[in-house]
């Protein structure tokens, strides 16, 4: 899967249809002068003197936008599996969302020795009140004393954000937002159930996982659904108290919550199609990708859903797929930023729900289209919107002069339908052109 460079001439992709996704205005008929990793020049195609000097690549009624990103993953020890389904999906950047160590370190390993060089941000391990035996992609935080030294064995990992899940107790996590601020650590992931969402924001939590605590924070009986959430055994029991949490749905609670997230920058991450999944529409599919994974974790699927269906949780799934779908269709009304993320993890790790890398992708920014966004609004979501949050602006998100050279060349147009956003005839990659089928 070694990828690189053609030749070394400037990479020009001629007669290209460029689409500005913070306006949705298309730049028709335009040359993209492409050196090194950086756009260097913008031209109208008929400006083209010299043509023996370029690398050309013909694309006459194809369409441009910037790199997909997906906010919310584990690549944890499949960065073989991931790398080439993520780089076929035109996902050329990602977030991990909690992966050990030793796994981060060899994903970037695997980038490097294959000359792909992908935007990683990374979490490192999960906060949480347990660790998984024989596996260190989880962090006990609960029982230590002593969390600034967890905050700085994250910091000289190299992790650039802090990942918290529900059973971070309130005294830990107050006093890690206040080391992690130390560190320049932004702390992101779940609102623990013994923490308000509007504690979360108001402490400085960068961004919330799964549309957690909104319910909870949102409902007229929160401080008495808090305690069943606190003490329940697991995380599945504490979660099956959003039904209550939906049904007392308190209007006013829920938009001072979303008033406080716009004044604290907070960025939302919905993964709406892992709860899709659950539910009585895909809980018996088998998806297309199962031709690329074990039959070991397929039975592994097989085994969650069964579980799934011996509890009778499908109803539940379904009444909170639809709850959710209308939360998030309020927070895109009050403009509140949401990015995607899919929480793909093909593990054999406790919940395995059938989602894969890089297809899930273009099935979250479809689900947001089923809530109300526009198709632009949705490709922002997975463009614009990641790389303001990781404060890379000035470099991504845009197909202009100067930016970096990550961007996808589309054979049909994703402003007319979001499945077009899948359509991809070419990846460029730090300045570097592939066709997408040599990746799967």
């Not at 306006?23 to 990793?37: E, M, Q």
């Not at 195609?45 to 790199?67: N, R």
């Amino acid at each position: 899967m070694k990828y690189q460079r053609y030749d070394d001439r400037p990479l020009l992709l001629k007669s290209a249809n460029i689409i500005d996704l913070y306006s949705g205005y298309i730049h028709y008929n335009k040359n993209i002068i492409v050196y090194s990793d950086r756009i260097i020049d913008i031209q109208d195609s008929v400006c083209l003197q010299d043509d023996t000097k370029y690398m050309i690549v013909d694309c006459t009624d194809k369409f441009i936008i910037p790199a997909l990103w997906d906010m919310h993953i584990h690549i944890l020890c499949n960065a073989d599996l991931a790398i080439p389904h993520l780089l076929a999906n035109g996902v050329l950047g990602i977030r991990d969302m909690g992966s050990s160590f030793k796994e981060i370190e060899s994903l970037r390993a695997k980038l490097k020795e294959n000359s792909l060089p992908m935007n990683v941000y990374v979490t490192g391990p999960i906060l949480d009140d347990k660790t998984i035996p024989g596996i260190d992609s989880r962090i006990n935080i609960a029982e230590t004393d002593d969390v600034l030294s967890v905050v700085k064995e994250l910091y000289e990992s190299g992790s650039d954000y802090i990942k918290v899940h529900y059973k971070v107790p309130y005294d830990k996590y107050c006093k890690l937002l206040k080391h992690a601020k130390k560190f320049k650590l932004p702390v992101v992931g779940h609102v623990p159930y013994d923490v308000s969402i509007m504690e979360a924001i108001r402490l400085g939590q960068r961004s919330l996982e799964h549309l957690s605590g909104i319910f909870l924070g949102s409902s007229s009986s929160e401080d008495v659904l808090r305690e069943r959430y606190v003490t329940a055994e697991n995380n599945m029991l504490a979660e099956l108290n959003e039904k209550e949490a939906a049904e007392t749905f308190d209007e006013n609670k829920f938009e001072e919550i979303m008033k406080a997230s716009i004044e604290n920058d907070v960025y939302y991450t919905p993964t709406m199609r892992i709860m899709k999944a659950a539910t009585s529409e895909l809980i018996d599919s088998k998806p297309e990708f199962y031709k690329y994974i074990s039959q070991e974790l397929i039975d592994f699927m097989e085994d969650f859903t069964k579980e799934l269906k011996k509890f009778n949780l499908i109803p539940f799934f379904d009444y909170m797929y639809e709850q959710k779908m209308k939360l998030l269709s309020k927070i895109h009304v009050l403009k509140v930023p949401i990015m995607v993320g899919t929480d793909s993890h093909c593990s054999m790790l406790g919940d395995q729900f059938k989602i894969f890398y890089g297809c899930s992708v273009h099935e979250e920014m479809q689900e947001l289209v089923n809530c109300g966004f526009s198709n632009l609004e949705a490709l922002q979501c997975a463009t614009i919107n990641p790389v303001k949050f990781l404060n890379i602006a000035d470099d991504f998100g845009k197909i202009e002069t100067g930016k970096i050279a990550d961007f996808l060349v589309l054979n049909s147009n994703p402003l007319e339908d979001i499945k077009n956003a899948q359509d991809i005839e070419y990846i460029v990659l730090k300045g570097m052109l592939k066709p997408v089928k040599e990746f799967i």
